[in-house]
C-alpha cells in the first residue's frame, strides 16, 4: 500500500511540475494582440507533425490583422513548441482561430508564425472575420492588408 502512495504521489507531482512549467502572466487581450510581431486569423487543416522540437500546423490564413515587416513568409504553416517543450498549443483541427505571435526566422528557411501558450490565443466556431473586432493598437506594426480566403 505505501508502494502505490509513493507512486500516486510521484505521478501527481510530475503532473504539477509539467502544469507549472509553462506560467503565464495574465495581460489584457489589447496587450496581447499589440505587443507581439503578429495577429491573424486562421483555420487549422490538420493534427500537426513534428519537425524538430515543435509542432508544425498547415493553416488556412484567413487575415492578417497586424505584423512588423518580415520576408519570405510561409502563410500556410504555424509553428508552436513540441510535446516535449513547455508552452506549445494544440490546435484542433477545422478549429478557427485568432492569435498573436512571434516571427521564427531560421537561415535558408521561409520566415514562419510561431503560437505561444501564452500570447493572444481565441477559438471560434465559425470564421472570426464575421465576428471578431481587434483592438486598436497603440504602438507601431503595420497592417499589410492581407486578407485570404
Do not use: W
Not at 51 to 70: A, C
Request: charged share 15%; with cysteine.
Amino acid at each position: 500500500m505505501y508502494r502505490s502512495v509513493g507512486l500516486a504521489l510521484l505521478v501527481l507531482a510530475g503532473i504539477i511540475n509539467s502544469a507549472s512549467a509553462c506560467s503565464c502572466v495574465p495581460r489584457p487581450e489589447k496587450y496581447l494582440f499589440c505587443k507581439n510581431d503578429f495577429a491573424v486569423a486562421f483555420q487549422v487543416k490538420d493534427s500537426g507533425t513534428v519537425e524538430g522540437e515543435f509542432n508544425v500546423y498547415q493553416v488556412d490564413l484567413l487575415h492578417m490583422y497586424r505584423t512588423v515587416p518580415f520576408e519570405n513568409l510561409d502563410t500556410d504553416r504555424i509553428m508552436t513548441a513540441g510535446d516535449n517543450l513547455p508552452c506549445g498549443v494544440a490546435f484542433i483541427p477545422n478549429a478557427f482561430y485568432v492569435i498573436s505571435g512571434n516571427y521564427n526566422v531560421t537561415s535558408g528557411q521561409p520566415t514562419r508564425m510561431q503560437a505561444h501558450f501564452c500570447e493572444l490565443l481565441l477559438i471560434f466556431p465559425n470564421d472570426p472575420r464575421l465576428t471578431y473586432t481587434p483592438p486598436e493598437c497603440d504602438t507601431p506594426g503595420s497592417q499589410n492588408g492581407y486578407s485570404g480566403g
